[in-house]
């Protein structure tokens, strides 16, 4: 792997699709490499994704575990055993402690399907609808260890349609997640956004209000 090359762990605990739009970003010039999956389900598709990529997967089941952060050391260790210089959230159904969150901070990303800091947490679509919401989207950030609270870098911007369900409008959305995750990758492996005394930087200068695109 050459230097320009910035090597990934993604964690997933589902279907993977986001973790496919990276994988597709990278097949083209994303300069990344995913060096692992891994999961804490070993049914989770995200693995069978990897593999047909050729890419290294790894199960971790928490269920053994007597508690969070002993399941977090335990994947802290299968982690760096990969060398990541950045790790990758994809749908991994994990509330994390904050140990672990602490040992990759500055390079532990997530996507969030709302405009944060609106609706953290689950079943944001219809939260969305519900609140009668015209501006719905999704939100690249770096992870702290408040739920869904890390500094947002990139977001995309859906408009909601009078006749959305909460399928409609998911599908919207994370048709947009696959573009902007691998957006922030990018800027990350190309030395653009970093957090430096906890201030989300761009370009050298602090970015006080997230990059929005609009669709």
Sequence with gaps: MSKETLSLVVLVSGSGSNLQAIIDATAND??????????????????????????ETRVLNHKPYPDRE???QALMALIDSFQPGL???AGFMRILSP?????YQGRLLNIH???LPKYKGLHTHQRALEAGETLHGASVHFVTEELDGGPVILQAQVPVETNDTEERLAAR?????HIIYPQVIRW?????????????EMDGKPLSNPVIINT
């Design 30 to 55: 994303l300069p990344a490499k995913i060096a692992a999956v891994i999961s804490n389900r070993d049914d989770a598709y995200g693995l069978e994704r990897a593999s047909q990529n050729g890419i």
């Design 70 to 72: 002993t399941y977090d």
């Design 87 to 89: 790790i990758i959230l």
């Design 99 to 103: 140990l672990f969150v602490q040992h």
């Design 113 to 115: 399907p709302s405009l």
């Design 173 to 177: 959305v994370l048709k947009q997640e």
């Design 188 to 200: 990350f492996a190309e030395g653009r956004i970093a957090i430096n005394n906890h201030q989300l």
